[in-house]
């Protein structure tokens, strides 16, 4: 079965903009998770979305944002850009949430501001 | 709070075996994962141990000592394909959020 795919691959952007970025899951899986990965502090929870509904935040302004439709697929949004924001945005899926184990990991999309 | 600890590179040699270290503080633990991350790729799930003990799962183990905050991922008969990043992440608390170490970055060489 089709894997975990993210759009876009890679962007470019400059300070203030903002940027929206896709997630769709593996067909029957109703969690999505979000992350962000960079060198410096590795791999960070953004936040889990579960039957269109945030179940899970972690430690991040309100400039990240996110929201999951009836199909599952995800969007996380953030705003105002800020240099700090370039990373890699990973989101993760999985049938029951992030509990259960294992998740499904997009190969990411690579955000760059300047 | 949590603290996650791995070490941030190790190197072995094709054939070996290599065991990574994490340790964690952190309090309400549910359980342990283990992830693998080639270059440029998604992270790929290994294991999770949630009881204490070894389980083995072909070329790699995991193991788990929840009252040391304690957990191992030994690699057995290494190949050049096992180069990668091993990411530590522990589940915390009633909502279960996942909290990444930084990754070990494995060079296995001839």
């Known amino acids: 079965k089709a894997g975990v795919t993210q759009t876009p691959r890679y962007l470019i952007k400059t300070r203030g903009q903002q940027v929206t970025l896709s997630c769709s899951p593996i067909s029957g899986h109703r969690s999505v998770s979000w992350y962000q990965q960079t060198p410096g502090q590795g791999l960070q929870f953004l936040f889990e979305y579960f039957s269109e509904t945030q179940r899970n935040k972690g430690n991040f302004p309100g400039r990240f944002s996110g929201r999951q439709f009836s199909n599952s697929r995800s969007e996380m949004n953030v705003s105002t850009l800020e240099l700090g924001d370039s990373a890699l945005y990973l989101c993760a899926s999985s049938f029951s949430g992030v509990n259960t184990g294992e998740l499904f990991f997009g190969e990411g999309s690579r955000l760059t501001v300047l | 709070g949590q603290n996650i600890d791995q070490p941030t590179e190790m190197t072995a040699t094709e054939g070996a075996i290599v065991q990574i270290n994490c340790t964690y503080q952190?309090?309400?633990?549910?359980?342990l994962f283990w992830y693998q991350q080639h270059a440029g790729e998604a992270p790929t799930f290994l294991s999770y141990?949630?009881?204490?003990g070894l389980e083995e799962k072909g070329r790699f183990s995991s193991f788990l000592s929840r009252s040391k905050g304690y957990s191992y991922l030994l690699l057995k008969e290494l190949q050049m394909k096992d180069s990668a990043s091993y990411l530590c992440a522990v589940s915390i608390g009633g909502s279960y959020i996942p909290t990444f170490g930084r990754g070990t970055s494995l060079i296995v060489h001839p």
């Open positions: 952190t309090s309400g633990f549910n359980g």
């Open positions: 141990n949630v009881l204490d």
